[in-house]
């Protein structure tokens, strides 16, 4: 059974940095494409960024505008999303998903298996 947890969420100040982080159990890695995606109140789940099984190449939703970050590291299981100088309107809850065999999709129907989400709260 292959199993997503987040973490890194929080409670932080507007301006401030953060970096989640989503550790995958249960399968191999490096067969996964992985990809961030969000959620604020009240808004449908929206595509934040994707990497590949190799982590070379790396695409992320037009709104990001290099606001974030995605990297992974499989000799922890792991896949990270980096954002510099927070807004209120990061305020969301944030998953992580695997894509069996994938190429890295912005598309939340590739994905085999998503974790709980992590929250993140930004305040002014």
């Known amino acids: 059974q292959v199993q997503l947890v987040e973490s890194g969420g929080g409670l932080v100040q507007a301006g401030d940095s953060l970096r989640l982080s989503c550790t995958v159990s249960?399968?191999?890695?490096?067969?996964?494409?992985m990809g961030w995606f969000r959620q604020a109140p009240g808004k449908e789940r929206e595509f934040v960024a994707a990497i590949s099984r190799s982590g070379d190449t790396a695409y992320y939703a037009d709104f990001v505008q290099g606001q974030f970050t995605i990297s992974r590291d499989d000799a922890k299981n792991t896949v990270y999303l980096q954002k510099f100088s927070l807004k209120p309107e990061d305020t969301a809850a944030y998953y992580c998903a695997a894509d069996y065999l994938g190429l890295g999709s912005s598309y939340h129907g590739d994905y085999d298996y998503w974790g709980q989400g992590t929250q993140v709260t930004v305040f002014s």
């Open positions: 249960g399968g191999t890695f490096s067969n996964y494409a």
